[in-house]
């Protein structure tokens, strides 16, 4: 069964520092999101991808984080200069069409120090 | 501004008590609601997807049932490995599809 791939699955950095954070979407997906989870606290929305630019994204969204999708299978999340509130999992998902439903990845978990 | 609250918080069963979970939901338009399982340190397993009220889907011992307002998560006979949280969400009509969240259900279920 398809699913959505991420990579790394943990990654620890210091404060200050680019990370990128890597999916792998469902192959025949077209709408792409990242979220992400601060321990103990619920799953939040960052930003959505489609058609090659970014659709909607949140408040957390900031000129920080970048989206780009590389090639035809990759959907990248860069964080530019990291901060300790940064430190969370942070979550792939697409979606096809039709229907609504998305498919999240295993995550990555960040930890700024 | 759009809600979503599940309670309760955390729920203790004995393997084979049935019970159900709670999703309230305020939504300028209902464009779909998700029901995920999610592990500790793994991502949102998806269970049902919902799109109108009076919509009901069942998988094995779980059955998702939909009104205008709720929607409830209903576990029949559980099993310890039923133990996991239950994350409830929703897409807005106004949306570009994100999902919001609310904070899940622990569950856990002892033999």
Known sequence: EPEVTQTPSHQVTQMGQEVILRCVPISNHLYFYWYRQILGQKVEFLVSFYNNEISEKSEIFDDQFSVERPDGSNFTLKIRSTKLEDSAMYFCASRGTPGETQYFGPGTRLLVL | ?111
Do not use: M
């Open chain 2, 1 to 111: 501004e759009d809600q979503v609250t599940q309670s309760p918080e955390a729920l203790r069963l004995q393997e084979g008590e049935s019970s159900s979970l709670n999703c309230s939901y305020t939504v300028s338009g209902l464009r779909g609601l998700f029901w995920y399982r999610q592990d500790p340190g793994k991502g949102p397993e998806f269970l049902f997807t919902l799109y109108s009220a009076g919509e009901e889907k069942e998988k094995e011992r779980l059955k998702a049932t939909l009104t205008k307002k709720e929607s409830f998560l209903h576990i029949t006979a559980p099993k310890p490995e039923d133990s996991a949280t239950y994350l409830c969400a929703v897409r807005d009509f106004g949306s570009q599809g994100n999902l919001i969240f609310g904070k899940g259900t622990k569950l856990s279920v002892k033999p």
